[in-house]
Every structure is written in C-alpha cells, then in structure tokens.
C-alpha cells in the first residue's frame, strides 16, 4: 500500500502549529483518494510533548526523530531527514502546510528526492494512481489541475482550504527513527520573536486589515481588533510604506488568511490582496471609492471614510458586548 508522508511543524515554544491540523485533514482526504495509508513525522529535539497529540490525529504511524540538530529548524539538518524516512517508507506523497517553513523545507525534500512538486495545493481530484492536485495561479484568477508524473509527489497545502483534523481519533503506532544527521553550512544564531497579545494572523477568527486609506494612522485598525479579538492585517502598499511592519501583509506575496469575518478598510482591492483573504467567510469592505475593486469579493461594503466608520462601529459593537 502507497504511503501519504505528512510533515508536522512544531513552533518555537514547543506546541504544535495549528496549521498541520489542516494539512493533516488534507493528508486524510489524499489518502482516501488514493487508498494509501497516512503518516506523519516530526523532527525535534524532544518530540514528546507533540508526539501524543500527532497520535489521535487518525494517521496510521507517527514517525519521530529527536536529536540535538533538531531544537531549531533548519531546512540544511531537517531535508534530509525527511528525505531519508520518504525512501525508506517508500512514500508516494510527501506533504507539509504552505507555513514559512513548509515553503523553506518541502522544495528541498522535493529536491532530494528528484520528485516533481505542487505547491499552495487547494484539492485533490481523481482516484487511485491518477490524482490531481488542484492549486491557484495567477493570483487566484486562475485554477489548474496538475498531475506529477514522478515516483514520489511533493506538495505544500493551503492551510485555509482543509479543515483541522479533530483529536481523539485513535491512538496511531509511533515508530521512532535516527537519521543521518547532516551538519550544512549554516547554523542557527538566534529566534527573535515579536510578541503579541493579539492571534496568530493566520489562525484569527476575525481580521481588521488596512490600506493606503489609513494615511499609515492604525488606531482605528487596531482598537476594532482588539474589541473583536482579532488580528490586525494590511495590505502590501502599507507594509511597503513602512507603516506597519511586513509580518501583518495579507496577500499572494504575504500572509493567505480565512477567518471567519475580514474587515477591509481603506482597501482597494488589488489582485494581489485579494489572492490573500477572499476565501474569508465573510467579507466587509469599507472604502470611500465605490468603484475600488474590493467590493466585488466582499459580503458588505459600505462607500464612506474609514475614519467615521469604524469608530461608529467599534461604539456599537461595544454595546452589543455590553
């Protein structure tokens, strides 16, 4: 039976990141589809802690490796490994969520493997030895179905496509493994982490993002977020500007989110932010121009400055909370 390798992804402070539920649940779907068996592996200095969780995802085998080399992700030290346990699996499918990780590592392990990829993968059609993988181009104006024709198969998922794989499914074998090691040319100095009380933007349920029309002032932004417990998002002319930093771009070249309510204010619209938040539930755009583009994607628009309306909003919301 062919083999789904899922890749998980431990964060900086120890815990599982949220977005190898999703790519689990992706792993679930693929494996169905091509009546393979689903694995998962995680690389760690101590990967106990997370390995009890991976194993009441529902996989069939949790794969860990810990080592020293593996405290701090480097993709030098961690595409290898992953690279070993695929050929000795004999895995057909090796998948990870389209994290800044996921994106650094799994064209590496492609690499090493000589296996073609597919990235920011949406779907899966066909059944069997014949499966597809559906995936955006062209900043989301475009959908194609690729099919790999090597051996092994490759891929990143979006995260925001697949829903969170639910814990308490069975307890999955645990294997451990003891790659070779590999020692690059590059080390691990230093993890600078900016904190924050708000959500992870891309795990938010509610996002408040800004545009030019802000002017760069984010006060407005920030406060309705924080009412609605949300994270605070802008568009690429923003991050550009310098008046937020990079890390909150919500776009095809920044972050792809899908919360459960967007608030665009002072957003045009451009292709490019649009590729990053319009698989969002539900969509409000508030902009003075009646024409900006964001209007056609989103759920409510309302023509009028942010700047009177959100402060109205924010006071009414604060009445319903009570």
Known sequence: MSIVLIVAEQQPDGHLRKATLNAVSAGKQLADKAGAELHLVLLSKDPSKVAEELKGLGAKVVHTAAAGEFEHYLAETYAPAIAELATSLNASYVGMASTAQGKDLLPRVAARLKAAM??????????????????????????AEVKLSTPVKVFTLRPTEFPAAATGQGAAEHKTFSPKVESGKTKFVSFNEVKSARP?????????????????????????ADLLNGAVGASRAVCDAGWVPNDLQVGQTGKVVAPQLYIAAGISGAIQHLAGMKSSKTIVAINKDAEAPIFQVADYGLVDDLFKVLPALREAVAKIKG
């Open 118 to 143: 597919a990235t920011d993968v949406m779907g899966f059609g066909g059944a069997g030895a014949d499966i597809t993988f559906h995936r955006p181009m062209w900043a989301g104006n475009v959908f």
């Open 200 to 224: 992870e933007l891309t795990e938010a349920r509610v996002v408040v993002s800004g545009g030019r029309g802000t002017k760069g002032d984010f006060k407005e932004i920030e406060a309705l």
